[in-house]
């Protein structure tokens, strides 16, 4: 049965707001018209509201929590996952790709902790509504895990490689004394972890050639690349020439700027947006995005955070809703290659988000559709006939 969606502003391709009818088959957007005849279609009506793309979020890791909701106390893998589910498709996140870091350290980012994590996400998908991918973020320093993350590539374990390299901004926590935070991931003493940094840092020569033995890998695979926290263009550069042609979270504007030049993608934070600028003093998302400089904006650490961004830049008038949508959906989309969503149109992917828009300060989650599913349903829309609690029901009743 066919679901037609009433009376609601949706945006355009174009960036314009018009009020349209929608229609679904299945998991796409069947038809959208200024008024639709179709018969036997279930009709549900969207009380005026704002729908939107779906957003699609490239780097999320507030799963993190999840799995380890206080330090040292860990939860099943499977338990985090579902409940992460839940979050983004109330926040409206349709495509989500789980930030799952690769480190040399133990514990919650730890070689064990991510085999543990890709077992649970295989396990569990058939009861996720959201599209969850999996984003690497391999610790270039972590070589003795190379051989086996190159094996979950050519098995299409991974979605989205990039490349991390934290061990300067360590090693000067641990002169500082200031590795509270590492100790409460990885269940070690500040003199083990201490003593394993040294190892770690010992084995420096084989970082390049562990890093282009993965870069080829990913290539071979057709996976999109990102190097993350570019500090320099210098830096910028050298991950381009691995194949990355994404730079997350790019220290500074020029940087940013170089990356933009080459015609690669840069993606910054949405908690950057809404804080009012970087919380480790770096480049100001709503700045980049004023000068240009900013393609994509992604969850980082805040599930909350893409919705309430986009807002928050039209309202200050840094750009239209249309181009600030595009940061959370379509730039998104196209930065990875997934070509079947990011815009409302015939054809496309249904995944959607109705929002509540009245008070522009708060913009509210109403319902979000995955694949053509009520996946979430606001209290809001109930009185409308709207179906809460069983995404099934409210598409086949």
């Excluded at 049965?1 to 229609?23: C, H, K, Q, V, Y």
């Excluded at 409206?92 to 870091?101: F, I």
Aim: hydrophobic share 45%; with cysteine; charged share 20%.
């Amino acid at each position: 049965m066919s679901l037609l969606l009433t009376n609601i502003r949706a945006l355009l391709p174009d960036g314009a707001i018009a009020r349209i009818e929608l229609r679904l088959d299945g998991a796409v957007i069947a038809e959208t018209g200024p008024r639709l005849e179709v018969g036997g279609a279930r009709r549900l009506d969207g009380a005026g509201l704002l729908l939107l793309p779906g957003i699609i979020d490239l780097h999320g890791d507030a799963f993190e929590r999840q799995l380890m909701p206080r330090p040292r106390v860990h939860v099943a893998p499977a338990i985090g996952l579902v409940d992460s589910d839940r979050q983004l498709l109330a926040n409206g996140v349709t495509t989500a790709y789980h930030g799952l870091t690769l480190s040399w350290e133990p514990g919650l980012r730890g070689l064990e902790a991510g085999r543990a994590f890709l077992a649970a996400l295989e396990a569990v998908r058939p009861h996720l509504a959201c599209d969850t991918r999996v984003h690497l973020r391999f610790e270039q320093f972590n070589v003795g895990a190379a051989s086996e993350l190159e094996g979950w590539i050519e098995q299409g374990r991974i979605d989205l490689l990039a490349f991390n390299e934290h061990t300067a901004d360590i090693g000067k926590h641990i002169a500082r004394g200031q590795v509270g935070s590492y100790l409460a991931r990885t269940g070690l003493d500040a003199a083990a972890f201490a003593e394993l940094f040294t190892r770690v840092c010992a084995r420096r020569d084989e970082v390049p050639a562990a890093s282009a033995r993965l870069a080829a890998a990913a290539q071979r695979r057709g996976l999109p690349m990102a190097s993350h926290d570019d500090d320099s263009l210098e830096t910028r550069m050298r991950f381009r020439a691995l194949g990355c042609h994404i730079s997350e979270f790019p220290y500074d504007g020029e940087t940013a700027r170089g990356a933009i030049a080459t015609g690669d993608v840069v993606v910054l934070g949405a908690p950057n947006v809404i804080r009012g600028g970087s919380h480790a003093g770096r480049l100001g998302a709503a700045d980049a995005a004023r000068q240009g400089l900013c393609g994509v904006l992604t969850s980082d650490y805040y599930y909350p955070a893409q919705l309430h961004a986009a807002f928050q830049l039209v309202r200050e008038g840094v750009v239209p809703l249309g181009a600030a949508w595009d940061m959370i959906s379509a730039n998104a989309a196209a930065a990875v290659g997934l070509t079947d969503r990011g815009t409302i149109a015939a054809g496309r992917r249904a995944d959607l988000v109705l929002v509540d828009d009245r008070d522009p300060a708060l913009p509210m989650v109403a319902a979000t559709f995955a694949a053509g599913r009520a996946a979430y349903v606001g209290p809001s829309l109930g009185a409308l006939g709207w179906q809460p609690g069983d995404r099934r029901e409210a598409l086949s009743a």
